[in-house]
Protein backbone atom coordinates (compact mmCIF):
# COMPACT_ATOMS: atom_id res chain seq x y z
CA UNK A 1 0.00 0.00 0.00
CA UNK A 2 2.92 2.62 0.99
CA UNK A 3 4.75 1.38 -2.36
CA UNK A 4 1.90 3.09 -4.48
CA UNK A 5 1.92 7.11 -2.72
CA UNK A 6 5.98 6.45 -2.85
CA UNK A 7 6.26 5.99 -6.44
CA UNK A 8 4.16 9.04 -7.41
CA UNK A 9 5.85 11.31 -5.22
CA UNK A 10 9.00 10.06 -7.17
CA UNK A 11 6.95 10.53 -10.44
CA UNK A 12 5.68 13.98 -9.19
CA UNK A 13 8.86 15.11 -8.34
CA UNK A 14 10.84 13.85 -11.27
CA UNK A 15 8.06 15.94 -13.60
CA UNK A 16 8.30 18.88 -11.27
CA UNK A 17 12.09 18.73 -11.97
CA UNK A 18 11.85 18.34 -16.06
CA UNK A 19 9.31 21.06 -16.25
CA UNK A 20 12.00 23.11 -14.31
CA UNK A 21 14.53 22.56 -16.77
CA UNK A 22 12.40 23.61 -19.72
CA UNK A 23 11.07 26.74 -18.14
CA UNK A 24 14.34 28.11 -16.91
CA UNK A 25 16.22 28.79 -20.69
CA UNK A 26 13.15 30.21 -21.81
CA UNK A 27 11.64 32.07 -18.70
CA UNK A 28 13.52 35.37 -19.23
CA UNK A 29 11.93 35.17 -23.61
CA UNK A 30 8.57 34.71 -21.52
CA UNK A 31 8.88 37.37 -19.63
CA UNK A 32 10.06 39.92 -22.64
CA UNK A 33 6.78 38.49 -24.44
CA UNK A 34 4.81 38.84 -21.76
CA UNK A 35 5.59 42.85 -21.35
CA UNK A 36 5.80 43.09 -25.06
CA UNK A 37 1.76 41.94 -25.10
CA UNK A 38 0.81 44.40 -21.86
CA UNK A 39 3.01 47.61 -23.82
CA UNK A 40 1.60 46.81 -27.20
CA UNK A 41 -2.16 46.21 -25.42
CA UNK A 42 -1.82 49.51 -23.43
CA UNK A 43 -0.24 51.61 -26.62
CA UNK A 44 -2.80 50.39 -29.13
CA UNK A 45 -5.85 51.17 -26.59
CA UNK A 46 -4.68 54.07 -24.54
CA UNK A 47 -2.29 55.78 -26.84
CA UNK A 48 -3.63 55.41 -30.48
CA UNK A 49 -7.90 54.88 -29.16
CA UNK A 50 -8.57 51.57 -30.20
CA UNK A 51 -11.53 50.10 -28.80
CA UNK A 52 -10.34 46.70 -28.97
CA UNK A 53 -6.57 46.22 -30.18
CA UNK A 54 -6.87 42.46 -30.74
CA UNK A 55 -3.67 42.38 -33.48
CA UNK A 56 -1.12 44.32 -31.58
CA UNK A 57 -0.65 41.96 -28.84
CA UNK A 58 -0.98 39.18 -30.35
CA UNK A 59 1.37 40.22 -32.87
CA UNK A 60 3.80 40.82 -30.02
CA UNK A 61 3.48 37.55 -28.42
CA UNK A 62 3.73 35.86 -31.85
CA UNK A 63 6.93 37.43 -32.65
CA UNK A 64 8.61 37.34 -29.65
CA UNK A 65 7.57 34.10 -28.40
CA UNK A 66 8.93 32.28 -25.84
CA UNK A 67 12.19 31.51 -27.74
CA UNK A 68 14.97 33.73 -28.78
CA UNK A 69 15.47 32.50 -32.46
CA UNK A 70 14.32 33.83 -35.09
CA UNK A 71 11.97 37.00 -33.96
CA UNK A 72 12.35 39.43 -36.76
CA UNK A 73 11.78 36.66 -39.16
CA UNK A 74 8.33 35.67 -37.19
CA UNK A 75 7.45 39.18 -36.93
CA UNK A 76 8.09 39.29 -41.07
CA UNK A 77 5.70 36.60 -41.52
CA UNK A 78 3.24 37.32 -39.46
CA UNK A 79 2.91 40.92 -41.14
CA UNK A 80 3.22 39.24 -44.61
CA UNK A 81 0.70 37.11 -44.00
CA UNK A 82 -1.74 38.70 -42.33
CA UNK A 83 -1.51 41.42 -45.06
CA UNK A 84 -1.76 38.82 -47.83
CA UNK A 85 -4.61 37.56 -45.94
CA UNK A 86 -6.64 40.54 -45.59
CA UNK A 87 -6.37 40.87 -49.59
CA UNK A 88 -7.31 37.47 -50.42
CA UNK A 89 -10.23 37.28 -47.94
CA UNK A 90 -11.53 41.41 -49.46
CA UNK A 91 -11.12 40.06 -53.13
CA UNK A 92 -13.12 37.06 -52.43
CA UNK A 93 -15.47 38.57 -49.93
CA UNK A 94 -16.28 40.39 -53.13
CA UNK A 95 -16.40 38.44 -55.42
CA UNK A 96 -18.43 35.66 -53.47
CA UNK A 97 -19.99 37.05 -50.15
CA UNK A 98 -19.48 35.00 -47.02
CA UNK A 99 -20.49 31.58 -46.04
CA UNK A 100 -19.63 27.94 -46.28
CA UNK A 101 -18.46 28.52 -50.39
CA UNK A 102 -16.92 31.77 -49.60
CA UNK A 103 -15.01 29.99 -46.79
CA UNK A 104 -13.64 27.38 -48.74
CA UNK A 105 -12.54 29.22 -51.68
CA UNK A 106 -10.73 32.29 -49.32
CA UNK A 107 -9.12 29.23 -47.55
CA UNK A 108 -7.76 27.32 -50.90
CA UNK A 109 -6.55 30.45 -52.30
CA UNK A 110 -4.99 31.80 -49.13
CA UNK A 111 -2.88 28.49 -48.74
CA UNK A 112 -2.18 27.96 -52.79
CA UNK A 113 -0.88 31.82 -53.48
CA UNK A 114 1.07 31.73 -49.52
CA UNK A 115 2.94 27.98 -50.15
CA UNK A 116 3.62 29.52 -53.80
CA UNK A 117 5.01 32.83 -53.15
CA UNK A 118 6.31 31.29 -48.95
CA UNK A 119 9.93 30.08 -50.44
CA UNK A 120 13.09 31.73 -48.90
CA UNK A 121 13.08 34.24 -45.51
CA UNK A 122 9.03 33.83 -45.37
CA UNK A 123 8.95 30.11 -45.94
CA UNK A 124 11.19 28.35 -43.44
CA UNK A 125 8.33 28.59 -41.11
CA UNK A 126 4.32 27.92 -40.99
CA UNK A 127 3.78 30.92 -39.68
CA UNK A 128 3.39 32.77 -42.92
CA UNK A 129 1.40 30.30 -44.26
CA UNK A 130 -1.00 29.71 -41.74
CA UNK A 131 -1.53 33.77 -41.12
CA UNK A 132 -2.50 34.38 -44.72
CA UNK A 133 -5.06 31.17 -44.47
CA UNK A 134 -6.10 32.65 -41.14
CA UNK A 135 -6.61 36.49 -41.60
CA UNK A 136 -8.46 35.16 -44.95
CA UNK A 137 -10.95 33.25 -43.26
CA UNK A 138 -11.23 36.14 -40.67
CA UNK A 139 -12.35 38.37 -43.25
CA UNK A 140 -14.94 36.62 -44.97
CA UNK A 141 -16.71 35.27 -41.58
CA UNK A 142 -16.55 38.65 -40.24
CA UNK A 143 -17.86 40.25 -42.72
CA UNK A 144 -16.00 44.04 -42.45
CA UNK A 145 -16.79 47.19 -43.75
CA UNK A 146 -14.70 48.87 -46.27
CA UNK A 147 -13.81 51.57 -43.39
CA UNK A 148 -12.77 48.94 -40.56
CA UNK A 149 -11.24 46.51 -43.37
CA UNK A 150 -8.62 49.27 -44.11
CA UNK A 151 -8.44 50.43 -40.42
CA UNK A 152 -7.37 46.99 -39.53
CA UNK A 153 -4.99 46.54 -42.23
CA UNK A 154 -3.61 50.07 -40.78
CA UNK A 155 -3.68 48.59 -37.22
CA UNK A 156 -1.80 45.47 -38.83
CA UNK A 157 0.97 47.50 -40.24
CA UNK A 158 1.32 49.56 -37.33
CA UNK A 159 1.40 46.82 -34.70
CA UNK A 160 3.62 44.71 -36.52
CA UNK A 161 5.91 47.57 -37.09
CA UNK A 162 6.13 47.91 -33.67
CA UNK A 163 6.73 43.95 -33.13
CA UNK A 164 9.13 44.00 -35.70
CA UNK A 165 10.99 46.59 -33.37
CA UNK A 166 10.32 44.79 -30.13
CA UNK A 167 11.98 41.91 -31.78
CA UNK A 168 15.24 43.59 -32.70
CA UNK A 169 15.56 44.91 -29.22
CA UNK A 170 14.63 41.92 -27.68
CA UNK A 171 17.79 39.95 -27.92
CA UNK A 172 19.87 42.45 -26.59
CA UNK A 173 17.96 42.38 -23.13
CA UNK A 174 18.96 38.87 -22.57
CA UNK A 175 18.42 37.81 -18.95
CA UNK A 176 21.07 36.38 -16.64
CA UNK A 177 22.42 32.72 -18.58
CA UNK A 178 23.55 29.94 -16.49
CA UNK A 179 27.23 29.35 -17.40
CA UNK A 180 28.04 25.46 -18.03
CA UNK A 181 31.20 24.11 -16.36
CA UNK A 182 34.22 23.78 -18.50
CA UNK A 183 34.44 21.59 -21.00
CA UNK A 184 30.87 20.02 -20.49
CA UNK A 185 29.14 19.76 -23.22
CA UNK A 186 26.76 22.01 -25.43
CA UNK A 187 23.02 21.07 -25.07
CA UNK A 188 21.68 20.55 -28.43
CA UNK A 189 19.04 23.15 -28.62
CA UNK A 190 21.83 26.16 -28.08
CA UNK A 191 24.47 24.65 -31.00
CA UNK A 192 24.36 27.84 -33.81
CA UNK A 193 21.31 29.34 -32.33
CA UNK A 194 23.52 31.93 -30.44
CA UNK A 195 26.81 33.06 -29.44
CA UNK A 196 27.29 32.64 -26.24
CA UNK A 197 27.20 35.90 -23.94
Known amino acids: MTAL ?38 LAHEVLGHAAPIFAPVAAAVALGAGRLLRGQRAVQLIGGVTLGIGIGTAVGALAGSGALALGLAT ?41 RWAHRRAVHRSGDRASR ?25 RGAEPAA
Open 5 to 42: PTRLWARLRTSVRAASLRLRPNLWPAVQASVAVAVAWY
Open 108 to 148: LLALSVAIGIGGGFTGSGVMFINQTSVSAILVIALQQSGGA
Open 166 to 190: AAAVAPALRGPRRRRPLGAPQPARE
